[in-house]
């Protein structure tokens, strides 16, 4: 015999649907292979942000607060207790404006608005009163700001909310004290001045005159 003889291999044939139920196999382990890698890099992101400091944060900490206290600046040993809704408007940031050249001497890098106050003169004093109080209107201004930890870690912005808000941060600048159990608003920033970052906070709340009872009256000046 001559010529070359072949010998041919053996086809299986594989019905189509047990090719798409294998290809669908190997779609669903590819997804399941990309969903994990996706998650881990969100998890991961999660991590390195979640000790971060977050304006939004603060301001839901501060929501969240069951009141915080005002001190009283016409009654002695009578302080206020009221709650804060974040509001969105140019208050805090034009305090750390106004702040800002003073904050980024390093003598006062750790200092409160009460102790920057204390150090305007009179002249300085009204110019720096003059966008946020109205003496004729009925409201409790109060200011205050704090400078961050330069090392983050867990709850930090519950750390930033809670010291931004005490008392003996919070510089109230009216002549109108707090309505005890009112409502305020409060507008927050955080801002980088030289090499360390701050948390702004500008507090309004209804003012009371306790020579009128709790709606406010005759003007202190």
């Known amino acids: 015999m001559t010529g070359v003889q072949t010998c041919a291999l053996p086809i299986f044939a594989v019905p189509p649907e047990v090719f798409l139920y294998e290809m669908e196999e190997l779609a669903m382990k590819f997804v399941k292979k990309l969903l994990a890698v996706v998650l881990a890099g969100t998890m991961v992101l999660t991590l390195l942000t979640s ?10 900490y501060i929501k969240s607060m069951p009141s915080v206290t005002l001190e009283s600046i016409l009654t002695i040993g009578s302080d206020s207790h009221v709650t804060l809704k974040p509001v969105k408007n140019n208050d805090a940031a034009l305090l750390a404006s ?6 980024a001497a390093s003598e006062n890098a750790d200092k409160t608005a009460k ?4 150090e305007l003169d009179y002249d300085a004093y009204v110019s720096f009163r003059e966008p946020f109080v109205d003496d004729y209107k009925a409201e409790c201004v109060g200011i205050s700001f704090i ?11 519950a750390w930033i909310a809670y010291n931004l808000m005490s008392k003996e941060r919070v510089m109230i600048i009216s002549n109108w004290d707090a ?7 409060v507008s927050v920033t955080t801002e980088k001045i030289g090499d360390n970052t701050y ?13 009128a009872g709790e709606d406010g009256g005759s003007i202190h000046l």
């Open 147 to 157: 400078k961050l930890p330069s090392e983050k870690f867990d709850s930090q912005n």
């Open 179 to 185: 309505v005890d159990g009112s409502e305020g608003t």
């Open 51 to 60: 000790c971060g400091t977050s304006k939004t944060k603060i301001e839901d």
């Open 98 to 103: 106004k702040a800002k050249e003073w904050l």
């Open 115 to 118: 102790e920057y106050m204390d």
């Open 199 to 211: 948390a702004f906070a500008v507090i309004r709340t209804p003012g009371r005159d306790p020579d």
